[in-house]
Every structure is written in structure tokens, then in C-alpha cells.
């Protein structure tokens, strides 16, 4: 089946999707939760179903297994829109998205496990390492302790990476390097180390250390570590969606949430501009030609990140769309914009809180919330400044590495 003839092309108006609408509306609503979120280290039941009910946790799985199968430009702005609410559900709802793809390369019996019924809520982490299995009859027994189990208090299901050991022994791939395999387990499975998230933001994603002790890990919940997504072992999905190279997704999933706090942040000075004479002042803050400069420079630096991440990832769709490959460039370019994209949003939130003044320091203010979360969000290596001598490389011609594949 040809990828047009499951994907009718990006939308013209990404705000116009029902899904998006959905996070449009669910945004303030967030507010209210937000407390709750940050004290409690986890998003609330209540507030899990209303976002199952809106589709959040379904965008990105086929229409042929009941999901959405959005585009990732839809999928990017309801990350953002709901980042923009509380920093810990954009988060959450991107991760999840990102492990949902990655499952996706699931032997069919495995991905009819975990999928079959319903689009299930996915936790834990893509990354290599963590596990040790030893091969039993019909699969494996594990052991494993994972970090960043972001969302492990709402999920069904947990994706970890393990090592196999013949004899002891790990095995290795034909070149003579490490091998890994990820694993799929039912949430009941794991034990969550209690106080290993302790952070100054995004608390309310309880990324938790995870442990799972002697599990027995069918071998249709297990899959080589192929990339993230999978590649070819995840295209026999009929679309563009599915066609796309992991550079669409990985990467513009954290740089969302960033670009979505920064948004907020912008929104909080603004708010607090119209309502603030600061001490010793006879003018409100918005008369201060200092802080009208910081605004209007934030939101321009922001919308200039976001919008060469949309161009990027544009561009890679519509080559896809055509039947032609993408390039390394485009590729590499689309990790670039990503990057910037956050950093962007680094430096917006950077200025809108300096001339907070004193409330941006208040734990409880807007400003406050906004710069912990965008700065914690900004550590991950999605988006790290590595991102552009790998780039770079990539655009000069010479070999950029495993990571940019």
C-alpha cells in the first residue's frame, strides 16, 4: 500500500485537528491540577481519564489498532499546548507517544499484547542499558534497574533496554560491539524506588528508578535495539506517519515541551506586567521599555525556533510523501532545528524571568514554575548541545556518528 493512501498530507491548519482543539481546551484546566501534580509526583487519575477521553494517548498509534495516527506536526503542538498548561503533562504525554512508536516493532503478537484492546499508556525508558536477561524456554528471565521512568504511575506497560548473557557472557553484535534488546513488561512487574526523583522541576512527571527482579519477558514482547523508532522494523505500517525517519520525532518530542513552557513563561510576564508596580516605581511594569524589549524579543526568538523545527520536519514528510528518500542533510537539519528550538526557548524564558524582579524568584509564581521545569527539560540529551557538532559533521561531509542515523 502507498503511504498516500493512509496519510492525506499535513494539514493545513494544525490548530483546526480535533485532537489539538482537545488540548486547547484541557490547557486551563491544567491549572487547577497543578498543585496536586507537583506535590504528589504523578498526574492525577482524574485528570489521566479526561486526557485518555481527548486521545492524547493514542496520537501516534495506527488507525488499524484504534488509534489516531496523527501526523507529528499534530502531534508536537498538543505536547506544546499541554506543556504550556503544566510543564509534567507535556512531558509525559510525549515520552509516551515516543515508547508507543518504538513498541510499534513488536513481533504482531507482541504488539496485539500490548495494543490489541486498546492504545495503552507506556512508561520507562528507550535507552540503551539496564537489564540483564538469561534465555529460557519461550523467552527470558530479567533483571533490571532503570532510571527515568517518567509517567510510571499512570502506565499499563514498561519499556526497558537488557543485555542477553550466554554463559555469563553478553552477546555481541557481528561487529564485536555491545547488543541490546528491549523489553516490554506489564507495569505489576516493576518496583518503584521510592525518592529517586528528587528535583527542582518537572516533579510532577514522576520519572522514577525502576526495578524489575527474576521477571519472566516473552520472547513476542522483545525486540532488537534497532534505533529509536525502530526503523524498518516498524514500517510495515501502512503510511508517512510510519515512513518517517527517527529524526521527525525524537528530539522535536522534548523540544516541544520546551517551546511550550518558554510560551508559558512568556504569557506569565506579560500577565504580571499589567498588574505589577514594581517597589519604588510610580509606572507599571509594562511601561518599563526594558521589560516591553525583553517581550517582544522572547516571542520573537521563540517563533523563530519553532517555526525551522516545523520547516524540518516539513520538509522530511514531504520528501517521504514523494517517494524519495530523505538525505542525511535533511535529516541532520531536522536534529539541528530541534536544538535550536529549545535553546531558543532557553534563551525567551532567560529573559522574561530577569525582568520579573523579585516575583521570579517566589517558588510559588508562574515565572518560578516555568524557569525549573524549561531548565530540567533542557538537560536531556534529546536536546543537548552535542546535537550541533553532530550536525555540523554531518554537513560538511564527513561521518556524523551512530546517533544520526
Given at each position: 500500500?502507498?503511504?498516500?493512501?493512509?496519510?492525506?498530507?499535513?494539514?493545513?491548519?494544525?490548530?483546526?485537528?480535533?485532537?489539538?482543539?482537545?488540548?486547547?481546551?484541557?490547557?486551563?484546566?491544567?491549572?487547577?491540577?497543578?498543585?496536586?501534580?507537583?506535590?504528589?509526583?504523578?498526574?492525577?487519575?482524574?485528570?489521566?481519564?479526561?486526557?485518555?477521553?481527548?486521545?492524547?494517548?493514542?496520537?501516534?498509534?495506527?488507525?488499524?489498532?484504534?488509534?489516531?495516527?496523527?501526523?507529528?506536526?499534530?502531534?508536537?503542538?498538543?505536547?506544546?499546548?499541554?506543556?504550556?498548561?503544566?510543564?509534567?503533562?507535556?512531558?509525559?504525554?510525549?515520552?509516551?507517544?515516543?515508547?508507543?512508536?518504538?513498541?510499534?516493532?513488536?513481533?504482531?503478537?507482541?504488539?496485539?499484547?500490548?495494543?490489541?484492546?486498546?492504545?495503552?499508556?507506556?512508561?520507562?525508558?528507550?535507552?540503551?542499558?539496564?537489564?540483564?536477561?538469561?534465555?529460557?524456554?519461550?523467552?527470558?528471565?530479567?533483571?533490571?534497574?532503570?532510571?527515568?521512568?517518567?509517567?510510571?504511575?499512570?502506565?499499563?506497560?514498561?519499556?526497558?533496554?537488557?543485555?542477553?548473557?550466554?554463559?555469563?557472557?553478553?552477546?555481541?553484535?557481528?561487529?564485536?560491539?555491545?547488543?541490546?534488546?528491549?523489553?516490554?513488561?506489564?507495569?505489576?512487574?516493576a518496583d518503584i524506588v521510592p525518592g529517586s526523583w528528587d528535583v527542582a522541576g518537572l516533579r510532577g512527571t514522576g520519572s522514577f528508578d525502576w526495578v524489575v527482579k527474576d521477571a519472566f519477558l516473552p520472547e513476542r514482547r522483545t525486540m532488537?535495539?534497532?534505533?529509536?523508532?525502530?526503523?524498518?522494523?516498524?514500517?510495515?505500517?501502512?503510511?508517512?506517519?510510519?515512513?518517517?525517519?527517527?529524526?521527525?520525532?525524537?528530539?522535536?518530542?522534548?523540544?516541544?515541551?520546551?517551546?511550550?513552557?518558554?510560551?508559558?513563561?512568556?504569557?506569565?510576564?506579560?500577565?504580571?506586567?499589567?498588574?505589577?508596580?514594581?517597589?519604588?516605581?510610580?509606572?507599571?511594569?509594562?511601561?518599563?521599555?526594558?521589560?516591553?524589549?525583553?517581550?517582544?524579543?522572547?516571542?520573537?526568538?521563540?517563533?523563530?525556533?519553532?517555526?525551522?523545527?516545523?520547516?524540518?520536519?516539513?520538509?522530511?514528510?514531504?520528501?517521504?510523501?514523494?517517494?524519495?528518500?530523505?538525505?542525511?542533510?535533511?535529516?541532520?537539519?531536522?536534529?539541528?532545528?530541534?536544538?535550536?528550538?529549545?535553546?531558543?526557548?532557553?534563551?525567551?524564558?532567560?529573559?522574561?524571568?530577569?525582568?520579573?524582579?523579585?516575583?521570579?524568584?517566589?517558588?510559588?509564581?508562574?515565572?518560578?514554575?516555568?524557569?525549573?521545569?524549561?531548565?530540567?527539560?533542557?538537560?536531556?540529551?534529546?536536546?543537548?548541545?552535542?546535537?550541533?557538532?553532530?550536525?555540523?559533521?554531518?554537513?560538511?561531509?564527513?561521518?556524523?556518528?551512530?546517533?544520526?542515523?
Amino acid at each position: 500500500m502507498d503511504a498516500m493512501d493512509e496519510d492525506p498530507g499535513l494539514p493545513a491548519d494544525i490548530d483546526a485537528q480535533p485532537v489539538v482543539q482537545a488540548a486547547l481546551a484541557l490547557r486551563p484546566i491544567l491549572r487547577d491540577y497543578q498543585r496536586d501534580i507537583e506535590q504528589d509526583q504523578r498526574l492525577p487519575p482524574a485528570l489521566v481519564d479526561k486526557m485518555r477521553a481527548a486521545g492524547f494517548y493514542r496520537m501516534v498509534i495506527p488507525r488499524a489498532l484504534g488509534g489516531l495516527q496523527v501526523d507529528p506536526l499534530t502531534y508536537l503542538r498538543v505536547v506544546e499546548l499541554l506543556a504550556e498548561g503544566v510543564g509534567s503533562v507535556g512531558w509525559n504525554i510525549a515520552n509516551n507517544s515516543i515508547g508507543q512508536l518504538v513498541t510499534l516493532g513488536l513481533p504482531d503478537a507482541g504488539v496485539q499484547e500490548v495494543h490489541g484492546n486498546a492504545p495503552s499508556i507506556m512508561a520507562g525508558t528507550a535507552v540503551q542499558g539496564g537489564g540483564q536477561a538469561v534465555p529460557v524456554e519461550g523467552g527470558y528471565r530479567i533483571s533490571g534497574h532503570w532510571t527515568f521512568g517518567s509517567g510510571c504511575q499512570e502506565s499499563a506497560w514498561m519499556l526497558g533496554s537488557f543485555q542477553i548473557l550466554d554463559n555469563g557472557e553478553p552477546r555481541r553484535r557481528p561487529d564485536g560491539g555491545p547488543a541490546f534488546w528491549r523489553g516490554v513488561f506489564p507495569r505489576a512487574e516493576a518496583d518503584i524506588v521510592p525518592g529517586s526523583w528528587d528535583v527542582a522541576g518537572l516533579r510532577g512527571t514522576g520519572s522514577f528508578d525502576w526495578v524489575v527482579k527474576d521477571a519472566f519477558l516473552p520472547e513476542r514482547r522483545t525486540m532488537v535495539h534497532a534505533g529509536v523508532p525502530l526503523d524498518n522494523q516498524w514500517s510495515r505500517w501502512p503510511g508517512i506517519t510510519y515512513a518517517l525517519p527517527s529524526q521527525a520525532w525524537v528530539g522535536p518530542h522534548h523540544s516541544a515541551v520546551i517551546t511550550g513552557i518558554a510560551r508559558a513563561g512568556i504569557d506569565a510576564l506579560m500577565a504580571l506586567a499589567v498588574e505589577k508596580t514594581p517597589r519604588g516605581r510610580t509606572g507599571m511594569l509594562c511601561e518599563n521599555p526594558q521589560v516591553q524589549d525583553a517581550v517582544g524579543r522572547a516571542d520573537a526568538v521563540l517563533n523563530a525556533g519553532r517555526n525551522y523545527r516545523g520547516a524540518m520536519i516539513t520538509e522530511l514528510w514531504n520528501t517521504i510523501a514523494s517517494g524519495e528518500e530523505t538525505t542525511l542533510e535533511q535529516r541532520a537539519r531536522c536534529r539541528l532545528a530541534s536544538t535550536y528550538a529549545a535553546d531558543s526557548a532557553r534563551q525567551a524564558m532567560d529573559l522574561v524571568y530577569r525582568h520579573g524582579g523579585s516575583t521570579s524568584f517566589k517558588r510559588e509564581s508562574r515565572l518560578a514554575e516555568c524557569w525549573r521545569d524549561l531548565h530540567v527539560v533542557g538537560q536531556t540529551v534529546t536536546v543537548a548541545p552535542e546535537w550541533y557538532p553532530i550536525g555540523g559533521r554531518a554537513l560538511l561531509g564527513m561521518d556524523p556518528g551512530s546517533r544520526l542515523r
